[in-house]
């Protein structure tokens, strides 16, 4: 799709050239390519409401991450290979996060957290680490702190599938699905998946 921008830009270029447009009519239509190519970027991993077209995108991706979550979500023997693809290092550590929650290596992930800034992704899994470690109160203030709503819903849903309350967790979690597009969307899918494998 995004060969297609290139396209366009090129041929109004050369039409506003032939034209003689002023400069300002360039700028104008360089903002709206590099705004375009943003979006057309973004949009599967962000908005896109059909499953299997984000994850057609990740798997054809060339970013070393993009195959890390690719292979984390669905191949998961195939998640550690890929990992040691990732050269940016806060990709890296991010994608060590993940993999080692998902291995349940919680001092790995306390290690990994206390060398990166406070955001809502690193707040998340602060939040599980101190879940899983009987911690309440320093759940809660991590919890709190979240200003991503989905990441709240989702620890909300895991307090629930802890305390047996596992319809309650399933409703929650397919109310949220319906409402996710992108990545969000396929991390909600795999979560539901591994509570109905453990459920």
């Known amino acids: 799709m995004i060969w297609i921008l290139y396209l366009i830009f090129f041929i109004l270029s050369l039409t506003l050239s032939i034209l003689g447009a002023p400069t300002w009519m360039f700028i104008t239509l360089l903002k709206f390519f590099v705004a375009g190519s943003f979006l057309t970027l973004l949009y599967p991993l962000m908005w896109q409401k059909d499953a299997d077209k984000v994850k057609k995108y990740l798997l054809k991706s060339k970013q070393p991450y993009h195959r890390f979550l690719y292979a984390f979500l669905y191949e998961e023997s195939e998640a550690e290979t890929k990992l040691t693809k990732i050269k940016q290092a806060q990709a890296r550590k991010y994608a060590e996060i993940m993999l080692f ?18 955001n ?6 602060s939040a ?3 879940m899983e470690e009987g911690r309440q109160d320093e759940y809660e203030n991590y919890k709190k702190q979240l200003k991503d709503r989905d990441y709240v819903t989702w620890l909300t849903v895991e307090q629930h599938r802890r305390n047996g309350n596992r319809d ?7 109310k949220q699905i319906s409402t996710l597009g992108g990545l969000k969307l396929l991390s909600a899918l795999h979560y539901k998946k591994k509570l109905l494998h453990t459920a």
């Open 120 to 125: 809502d992704l690193t707040l998340y899994y």
């Open 168 to 174: 309650e967790a399933f409703a929650i979690l397919d």
């Open 101 to 118: 929650t998902q291995q349940e290596r919680w001092e790995d992930v306390k290690e990994l957290l206390q060398t990166m800034k406070k």
């Open 128 to 130: 599980i680490v101190a």
